[in-house]
């Protein structure tokens, strides 16, 4: 629920610019929508399919209603609560460090799955997991505005909103319980304070094996067609007296106010969808300069980054089964963003992507010109919008690299504990979020958790990659400091110096948490902190990082004078040619809605809407990650597909499903829901012609790829059986 106002000014400043976007009515299926939008969307809702009164519109439109307040973010993806007990639905691979966490090389949860039998069974998801469900909404603008206005040079105006931010949100976290976030809508034009009830007790309740979850692995990701069974299940708990607290015993279910149920309506083809979720970042209207840095440098550079990263993991987990178990998340993350980094870059040039960011904001600047004193002044945001995306890419291969660096193993223990130190000599309020002492303990359960999600020997060889890297950059991109650090820059001194990092006190679990209380003095001219090799990093690089800090803070102060003026002026550019605005993801709820519909490949292949159980036997080749469970073949082979979970059109259990739906990072784990606001299906992926729908949405091409709850149904009944869920969701087993 932290959102630094650093985070916020990196997200402001660098190459990624969020702002808002505007398309036409009749293109009804792009729009990340905010709730309030809705009864705006009546007519085009109308003409997609939903079937809905304008009360009923307005419940949907209310973000605490009925079905929305279902759904909650869940630590970068989505969930929903599907029963009155607190039960909730998400995508298997957005629970992988609740997975990873509870197995071992003895009892691979991730390899052979995990189901419950009683809710005494259930197995905590870690003290740091939690979910937000919302409270209430709190419009902040005014406030925001005026701080910013009597605020002088840049920084002022950076510090002043991170001042007023830390006062919002600890005034409304007052109350026992409850979770704050201050949220920045199209630039800063208007701003939202939202309150939500912080639950911190979560438990992993059922996850299919991967071979279900995960059928097809990273050779299908981003692919159509797909069989991929991506759910599982958690459950929410409370304390006795209903009120949030950590993991007990004796803690009983959460209930909610809002479930979903199940659909009870077969989805077919060119049926109305909708789905809500917390999209984290699109791009839609970035500047133009922005976008053609990202497409010529950080996604080929990043792609490549982690295809050597990902390697080298693979390589070692194919020797230690405990290191495929502790990274499999990294894994997948790395592999997965790597292929979306690669499939975007040839997604722009095939799309001329470039030339048409150029276009549109050419078109703009034009309009402008036209307009006198008012389009002056949003020529001139304009311009020094493009002035500060330079400045922010002027130094991004050391950024990159070190920020890397400074995220691995060790060396990311060191560096937060440094941090936690530098930042306790200031009083509380002061000091930045995620080392406020109300994030202490959230800090301290990170730390004793380290060895259940890295391994020391598979961080030496993550640390060399990036040490290697480091030295490749030119003199004047170095940090003087560093390498005094590393002494040398040739093959013995990286060895020395992953020597020392394996000798340092933080790899063993007993002595880290000895150094959450240090001061500042101690790490930096103790004995026991100058000698230690992480420590001794940290303390080397940190001036740097935040040297790094107050460079973006300063530009960010600087975007929250102009970027504001530049949007609205397109804003108005674009209600002047009768269109309809929405703005960027920003990690708050969002609703967009379509059609189950099919596409056509660039290769002129059409594709089927829904796929079938028969293509999972199809595509069966018994190894990984092709290898499906002798239970679903057999159970396919025997047709059990019971009454209520084979379609009449298809002859079959309908395995993953296409929709039109608009979806960016951040909706994973979405319910999608028919025209009476029931679950068809889980948002767990799109196809590879939509992995640069964060820049420009091509409705022709653009796809997103769900489980149907048919066929979460079937595993749950026929092939790894959960029946007291089916149960709880008001789904009993259907007839053989």
Request: proline fraction near 5%; glycine fraction near 8%; include cysteine.
């Amino acid at each position: 629920m932290r959102y630094t106002a650093l985070a916020r000014a990196m997200a402001m400043t660098g190459t990624l610019v969020c702002g808002a976007v505007w398309v036409d009515a009749a293109q009804a299926v792009e729009g990340l929508w905010t709730p309030p939008q809705l009864p705006e969307l009546a007519s085009q809702l109308k003409q997609a399919g939903l079937r809905a009164t304008p009360k009923q519109l307005g419940q949907w439109a209310d973000p605490k209603g009925d079905p929305l307040g279902a759904v909650v973010p869940l630590g970068g993806c989505t969930a929903s609560f599907v029963s009155s007990k607190g039960l909730l639905l998400t995508n298997q691979h957005c629970a992988l460090g609740a997975i990873n966490l509870n197995s071992t090389p003895q009892r691979n949860l991730l390899r052979d799955g995990f189901k419950t039998g009683t809710n005494n069974e259930e197995v905590s998801a870690g003290p740091n997991a939690r979910i937000y469900v919302l409270d209430s909404v709190q419009d902040v603008t005014a406030k925001v505005q005026s701080a910013l206005t009597a605020a002088g040079d840049p920084l002022a105006r950076i510090e002043a909103l991170d001042a007023l931010e830390k006062q919002l949100v600890a005034d409304c976290e007052k109350t026992p319980g409850y979770g704050c976030r201050l949220y920045s809508y199209s630039g800063g034009n208007s701003y939202q304070l939202q309150r939500s009830i912080e639950i911190r007790d979560l438990r992993l309740v059922y996850a299919p094996p991967d071979s279900i979850g995960n059928f097809g692995g990273d050779n299908d990701n981003w692919l159509w067609p797909r069989h991929s069974g991506d759910f599982a299940f958690y459950r929410a708990y409370v304390g006795k007296d209903g009120k949030p607290a950590a993991y007990a015993i004796d803690n009983v279910p959460y209930q909610p106010k809002r479930w979903l149920k199940i659909a009870d309506k077969p989805l077919g083809a060119g049926d109305f969808v909708m789905l809500a979720g917390f999209p984290a970042l699109t791009n839609r209207y970035a500047m133009a300069d922005d976008f053609q840095a990202n497409a010529d440098w950080t996604y080929p550079t990043v792609a490549a980054h982690y295809r050597k990263l990902a390697a080298l993991i693979e390589t070692e987990s194919r020797k230690n089964p405990e290191i495929a178990s502790k990274y499999a998340g990294t894994l997948r993350g790395w592999q997965g963003a790597a292929k979306s980094y690669e499939g975007q870059v040839d997604s722009f040039r095939r799309a001329n992507t470039a030339q048409i960011k150029r276009d549109e904001e050419t078109a703009l600047l034009e309009w402008l010109s036209k307009k006198g004193a008012a389009g002056s002044a949003a020529v001139s945001a304009h311009a020094r919008l493009v002035e500060l995306g330079q400045q922010a890419r002027a130094q991004r291969d050391r950024d990159l690299v070190i920020g890397q660096l400074y995220a691995t193993g060790s060396l990311a223990t060191a560096m937060q504990l440094y941090r936690s130190a530098i930042e306790r000599a200031k009083p509380d309020s002061l000091r930045e979020n995620g080392y406020r002492q109300r994030d202490q303990a959230a800090f301290e359960n990170q730390l004793r958790q380290m060895d259940r999600r890295s391994d020391p020997r598979m961080d030496r060889q993550l640390q060399n990659y990036w040490l290697r890297e480091y030295i490749k950059l030119p003199k004047e991109h170095r940090v003087e400091a560093l390498d005094r650090w590393l002494e040398g820059d040739d093959d013995k001194s990286i060895k020395r110096a992953l020597d020392r990092i394996a000798k340092s006190r933080l790899n063993n679990p007993d002595q880290r948490t000895n150094w959450l209380r240090a001061d500042r003095l101690t790490f930096e001219q103790g004995k026991d902190g100058a000698k230690d090799g992480a420590i001794g990093f940290a303390v080397a690089v940190m001036p740097t990082v935040l040297q790094m800090e107050q460079e973006i803070r300063s530009r960010a102060g600087e975007t929250l004078a102009v970027r504001p003026v530049y949007l609205k002026a397109l804003a108005d550019y674009r209600k002047s040619v009768g269109q309809v605005a929405y703005p960027d993801a920003n990690g708050s709820l969002r609703v967009g809605y379509g059609t189950v519909t099919p596409y056509t490949k660039d290769n002129g292949a059409r594709q089927l809407p829904f796929t079938r159980v028969e293509e999972i036997v199809a595509r069966n080749s018994g190894a990984a990650p092709f290898n499906a469970p002798p239970a679903l073949l057999n159970a396919v082979s025997a047709k059990r597909f019971g009454n209520a979970l084979a379609d009449k059109r298809l002859e079959s259990v309908p395995v993953n499903f296409l929709s039109d739906l608009d979806i960016s990072g951040g909706n994973s784990g979405s319910p999608v829901l028919d025209a009476q606001g029931k679950l068809v299906g889980l948002v767990f992926d799109s196809n590879w012609e939509s992995v640069s729908a964060s820049w420009l949405f091509d409705p022709a091409l653009t796809r997103t790829i769900s489980v149907d709850q048919r066929y979460m149904r079937w595993i749950l009944q026929e092939v790894f059986p959960a029946p007291r869920l089916l149960a709880e969701m008001g789904v009993p087993a259907s007839g053989k």
